[in-house]
């Protein structure tokens, strides 16, 4: 179940990390609301996961979700570049997270 918690926990901040954006393009009470509910679940989320799991693992990964999935939302909903080298980096990022629960 944490680790269901910690994937819920990164799909949270993905979507914070979206209404960042949202709010700064609308400047309304609904981007700033849905802002602080990601947020909020995010970190509710990530605590409970962190009960059961390592905090330097359950923060990696959280982090690796929110920050990956922040970029690839970027490409999708915004238009940021799609080039190729992004992607890498993208994966490098994933790897990493996924590695350090492997040696843990």
Not at 8 to 26: Q, R, T, Y
Not at 70 to 97: H, N, P, Q, T
């Amino acid at each position: 179940m944490a680790w269901i918690s910690l994937i819920l926990a990164g799909f949270c901040e993905m979507f914070g990390v979206a209404m960042i954006n949202k709010l700064h393009m609308d400047r309304n009470w609904q981007s700033f609301i849905l802002l602080l509910l990601g947020f909020g679940a995010s970190f509710l989320f990530l605590a409970y996961a962190m009960n059961s799991l390592p905090m330097g693992t359950a923060y990696a990964i959280w982090t690796g979700i929110g920050a990956s999935g922040g970029a690839i939302l970027g490409m999708l909903l915004y238009g940021e570049s799609k080039d190729w080298k992004r992607l890498i980096f993208i994966a490098m990022v994933l790897c990493a997270a996924i590695g350090l629960k492997l040696v843990s």
